[in-house]
């Protein structure tokens, strides 16, 4: 029987530090990497990333969009990224922001959960926008599997407050989705398997983000995120952020050693932030 996600990942922190590398295999940095924008080019990246990141990071966040568009090839790719990064003893959060009418739901759960599937992640992301109860299937699939999910709840795109400010029955989109989480992972020790995506870069929000569930703060280094940004946003719930960073971290590549660096600094950084509030 796997531990929960919410386990897994705590003991994963502590023995590694809590930064979430990404890997985005941008076409510009496949070029910037001496690669062609082909599935082999994106392979040997891919590849590189792995075996440079995953021995460092407590786990480590694909973007499915990356390998899809290079069609099935593609995805042959990502399923060696989850394999290659698993072995390497990270956890995998496989960012593909899936959500859809109940039976289309278990498909996508069925696809990325079930530790039966090639394309099975530790954790995946979920957009619950099509209303908390869409998100059942997921739920189910992961605590059946031991896994985790993180929903969208404060993005770190521009203009996101045009829906995830939005206010309904009281109180907002964004306050409907974390309650939910904290809802769900009440009780649970030492973490909850089920997190938000609450963006590096939304300035300052009002919402209760103590859920008692992990936290994944994209937009970190490219989107103008900052490790001030971080510890101002999230303050008594620090402990509970995954910092996440892709084209910043990636750029160092393709040298694993600058890669590894990258990623042991980063570490140190939001380790050190941390000690101001464990
Ligand atoms: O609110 C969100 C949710 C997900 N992302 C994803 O994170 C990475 C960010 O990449 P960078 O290169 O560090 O900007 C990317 O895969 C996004 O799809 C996000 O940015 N914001």
Sequence with gaps: MTD???????????ARGPFCPGIDPHAALLHAWGLDDTPDGLERFARTAVEALAPVS????????????????????????????RDAGALVLLD????????????????YLDRSSPLAADAMTVSPFLGLGSVQPFVDAAREHGAGLFLLALTSNPGADQVQHARASGGTVAGSVLAGLAELNRGQDPIGSYGAVVGATIGSTE?????????????????????????????????????????????AGPEPARLRDAVLRANDEYVALLGGVR
Excluded: C, M, W
């Excluded at 919410?6 to 994963?12: D, E, P, Q, S, T």
């Design 207 to 251: 919402e209760e983000l103590a859920i008692n569930g992990p936290l994944l703060a994209p937009g970190v280094g490219a989107q103008g995120g900052t490790a001030a940004d971080v510890r101002r946003i999230f303050g008594a719930s620090l402990p509970d952020v995954l910092p996440s960073s892709s084209r910043e971290v990636l750029g």
């Design 4 to 14: 929960p996600f919410g386990a897994r990942l705590r003991a994963a922190t502590d």
């Design 58 to 85: 407590a786990i480590l966040k694909p973007q499915a969009a990356f390998f899809e568009r290079h069609g099935s090839r593609g995805i042959v790719v990502l399923e060696r990224v989850l394999a290659d990064a």
């Design 96 to 111: 593909v922001k899936r959500g859809d009418i109940g039976s289309t739901a278990q498909a996508y759960a069925d696809a």
